[in-house]
């Protein structure tokens, strides 16, 4: 039976499945902001290593997802509905395939394999077609 999860989750997950990752870390870390744990702030932080492998920031890309691994460890194999332990087993692969420099040119970075991740929760809950929570002009949440 599907649980009742906060719509920032929901919207985190739907930006992160239409690979729009700066509009992802942007909604979950206004409700981080609230809920402070680990869990939030290394799913946050995927988010953003994804959005630094798209611009070609190597180096930002690397250290993100390592500090995601960190922080989500913990939680596996699954916490709040999610499997926690696919995406950490998502971040092994990509920290395999992607090397260890500083940037690399947009295209160079998009052809290393590194697949989106698609994310769902595991309880049953469909996710909205569109975001619940609206962000403004510059991309943020309303409690941000």
């Known amino acids: ?34 809920e402070r744990i680990d869990f939030y702030k290394g799913l946050i932080q995927v988010a953003v290593a994804l959005y630094h492998l798209h611009s ?9 997802f390592t500090r995601a691994r960190e922080l989500l460890t913990p939680y596996a194999p699954q916490f709040r509905a999610l499997d926690v332990q696919r995406v950490l087993d998502y971040i092994d692969d990509a920290l395999l395939r992607i090397p260890n420099v500083i940037e690399m040119e947009r295209e160079e ?36």
């Open 56 to 64: 070609g920031n190597i180096a930002g890309c690397r250290a993100l």
């Open 109 to 144: 970075a998009l052809a290393l394999g590194v697949h989106p991740i698609d994310m769902r929760l595991e309880d049953g809950t469909v996710l909205p077609e569109e975001p619940v929570v609206p962000l403004d002009e510059e991309g943020e949440g309303d409690d941000a």
């Open 1 to 34: 039976m599907a649980q009742q999860h906060p719509e920032e989750v929901l919207d985190f997950l739907l930006y992160m499945n239409r690979r729009q990752y700066f509009e992802a870390h942007e909604v979950l870390e206004g409700y981080w902001h609230g």
